[in-house]
């Protein structure tokens, strides 16, 4: 049997360590970057600046885009309807895998995903090859088992600088910003992108709902809380009965869509 490999994208450090390995490695592979139109204008430049250095990635455009179904839809997505990761990247990526014509001599298209063990418990359960119902296709992780000196390394061996948004603090890459943002990311988003706070605080006014609920430590309650009011809580120090941000599962850590799902908390 002969593969043909997609290799999925997100302008993270990952997936670009998981493209630089494959093309080191002289495996035939396409790139794919599933856009929902929701990624930070750096990931933006950064796919550019890494189509210079390694070649074309396709983007993977949904039916529509983020900001186009949440008004449409009329509610953010959320740990009960989670439309963004399989309306968004899921469902794109399959139905641009059914559509894919293998090139003359090879006999399947398997997905390449950049997801590491080490990024947390839940990950270091995952198999480095698996079927996927959702994409119609057997899915191959590779760097499964590599560190974070691994990844930080091949972009060094190949002179490609890792996607500037981790310079800024910001610890993963994907829509910008995920509903799963930690303290960190709010706090860095109103610090550093003061209008991606202003479009967001527009779309809850037209929405009527929220992006981000907040848990009570030691609780199941869930408040919704505007976002002027998650950056105050941003920006308070840990610790007494400030509220946590609600943690979910994401599956668009399984299939290396995204690197959003948080390191410590659960992940599938
Ligand atoms: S990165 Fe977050 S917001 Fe974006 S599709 Fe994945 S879970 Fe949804």
Redesign the pocket.
């Known amino acids: 049997m002969s593969e043909f490999y997609s290799v999925s994208m997100s302008g993270g450090k990952d997936s670009t360590a998981l493209a630089l390995w494959m093309r080191e490695q002289g495996l035939p592979h396409v790139r794919i970057f599933a856009d ?1 139109g ?1 990624e930070s204008p750096v990931t933006y430049a950064y796919l550019d600046y890494l189509e210079e250095r390694l070649g074309p990635i396709e983007r993977l455009k949904p039916k529509e885009s983020f900001t186009q179904r949440l008004l449409r839809l009329g509610t953010w ?1 959320a740990r009960s309807r ?1 439309w ?2 399989k309306d ?2 899921v469902y794109p990526i399959r139905d641009w895998m059914d559509d894919f014509r293998l090139p003359e001599g090879y006999t399947s298209l398997v997905n390449v995903v950049g997801i590491r063990a080490e990024e947390s418990a839940k990950r270091a359960t995952f198999r480095e090859r698996e079927w996927s119902d959702d994409t119609h296709c057997y899915v191959w992780r590779p760097l499964l088992r590599w560190s974070l000196a691994d990844v930080l390394q091949i972009h060094r061996r190949h002179g490609v600088k890792v996607n500037p948004l981790y310079q800024q603090g910001f610890e993963r890459v ?2 910008f910003p ?3 943002a930690g303290k960190l990311e709010i706090r860095l988003l109103a610090e550093e992108y003061q209008e991606r706070i202003d479009v967001i605080r527009d779309l809850e006014r037209a929405t009527g709902n929220t992006m981000f609920a907040l848990r009570r430590p030691g609780s199941d309650e869930h408040i919704p809380t505007p976002i002027d009011d998650a950056v105050i809580w941003s920006k308070t120090v840990h610790g007494g009965t400030q509220l946590t941000l609600v943690r979910a599962p ?1 599956g ?1 850590a399984r299939w290396g ?2 690197e ?1 799902a948080p390191k410590d908390g659960e992940d599938v």
Do not use: A, V
């Open positions: 929902t929701w997505p989670r963004c990761t968004l990247k994907g829509c995920c509903i799963y994401s668009c869509l995204c959003t």
